[in-house]
């Protein structure tokens, strides 16, 4: 797999929790990343993204101030700090590029948040 997530896990409201996205050299240097998110009944959504060099991130209005993304290019690797947590952020977190290429897609980790 060129893209693996991992770190999710079952957590009450107000709790933390933080994923990673282990990815390939060749994908992950030459790309902006983004995690993005999907509950169950709802459409796949975005909800952070980050710029190849780092410097420049955005998050979805329901997310800002409680999340923060991060990447390190050295390991390949990007993170998504989740503050706060709330039920309403239960949903499988997948890391892809963005924009997100459909053959990228792996399993995801599941958050979970209880109230």
């Known amino acids: 797999a060129q893209l693996v997530e991992s770190g999710g896990g079952l957590v009450q409201s107000g709790g933390s929790l933080r994923l990673s996205c282990a990815a390939s050299?060749?994908?992950?240097?030459?790309?902006?990343m983004a995690w993005y998110r999907q509950a169950p009944g709802k459409q796949r959504e975005l909800v952070a993204g980050?710029?190849?060099?780092?410097?420049?991130?955005n998050y979805a209005d329901s997310v800002k101030g409680r999340f923060t993304i991060s990447r390190d290019n050295a390991k390949n690797t990007m993170f998504l700090q989740m503050n706060s947590l709330k039920p309403e952020d239960t949903a499988v977190y997948y890391c892809n590029t963005l924009p997100f290429r459909t053959s990228l897609w792996g399993q995801g980790t599941q958050v979970t948040v209880s109230s």
């Open positions: 980050i710029t190849v060099g780092g410097r420049s991130t």
């Open positions: 050299r060749s994908i992950f240097n030459l790309n902006a």
